[in-house]
């Protein structure tokens, strides 16, 4: 599929509805209001296409820059294409979606690391997610690179920017159901910093209690592998 075929679909899949939530979740700028269910279809339509994400990507419209995430190859991806998409990601959405990318490529642990450490908002928040999306992948790491992390988390996410502390718990969740000493670690971390404040602007989403989220999600493991 051509650029120019992929934003045709693009523009015809878009709705007004969409547009107004969107911007409820913080997108600006130029969108076609595409349903997640509508790019997923055109996702099994393109598959993995890298130049064709870039050239979305270079669009500057969101829905395209969504796509783009969800066909580009994670494998042949360059570091300098992840850290330009993390730049200029512009709202929450696209920052998790560039980390989905991230997070699967070879460079993950690099640019967590040095994503979690930058001032700007997206930027940091699609750091924390990358770091969320190591501590589910990496099975090599040792524990002692995510207590790090906990305490990075601990000693700076009340006076972090918005979304980076959402991000920040996200990570939290993952490092703890990595395993059963990391699970007692991250559940202690959760409880001494407390709730975590987040505005999710003019929609009904909630930030997940960390410590509730991890015994929920060890819970469903030990059920599924009963079953």
């Given at each position: 599929m051509t650029k120019t075929e992929a934003i045709r679909e693009l523009?015809?899949?878009?709705?007004?509805?969409?547009?107004?939530v969107y911007k409820r979740h913080g997108v600006g700028g130029k969108m076609y209001g595409v349903s997640y269910a509508a790019l997923g279809k055109l996702k099994k339509k393109i598959k993995v296409d890298q130049p064709l994400a870039e050239e979305l990507w270079e669009t500057g419209?969101?829905?395209?820059?969504?796509?783009a995430t969800?066909?580009?190859d994670?494998?042949?991806?360059?570091?300098?294409?992840?850290?330009?998409?993390?730049?200029?990601?512009?709202?929450?959405?696209?920052?998790?979606?560039?980390?989905?990318?991230?997070?699967?490529?070879?460079?993950?642990?690099?640019?967590?690391?040095?994503?979690?450490?930058?001032?700007?908002?997206?930027?940091?928040?699609?750091g924390w997610h990358t770091l969320a999306t190591v501590a589910?992948?990496?099975?090599?790491?040792?524990?002692?690179?995510?207590?790090?992390?906990?305490?990075?988390?601990?000693?700076?996410?009340?006076?972090s920017k918005n979304w980076v502390r959402y991000a920040m718990n996200n990570a939290l969740i993952n490092i703890g159901v990595r395993n059963s000493k990391l699970e007692k670690k991250s559940i202690a971390v959760a409880k001494r910093i407390g709730?975590?404040?987040?505005?999710?602007?003019?929609?009904?989403?909630?930030?997940?209690?960390?410590?509730a989220y991890i015994k929920k999600t060890l819970t469903y493991r030990k059920k599924k592998a009963k079953a």
């Open positions: 523009r015809a899949a878009g709705t007004a509805q969409n547009r107004k419209n969101h829905d395209a820059r969504s796509l969800m066909v580009a994670p494998a042949s991806i360059k570091v300098a294409t992840l850290q330009s998409w993390a730049k200029e990601a512009g709202n929450r959405g696209l920052a998790a979606a560039v980390s989905n990318v991230a997070g699967d490529s070879p460079h993950a642990k690099k640019l967590a690391d040095r994503w979690i450490r930058s001032r700007d908002e997206m930027i940091g928040c699609t589910r992948q990496d099975k090599d790491l040792a524990d002692d690179y995510f207590e790090e992390r906990l305490e990075r988390i601990e000693s700076t996410v009340h006076a709730a975590i404040d987040v505005d999710h602007g003019e929609t009904s989403c909630k930030t997940p209690d960390a410590a």
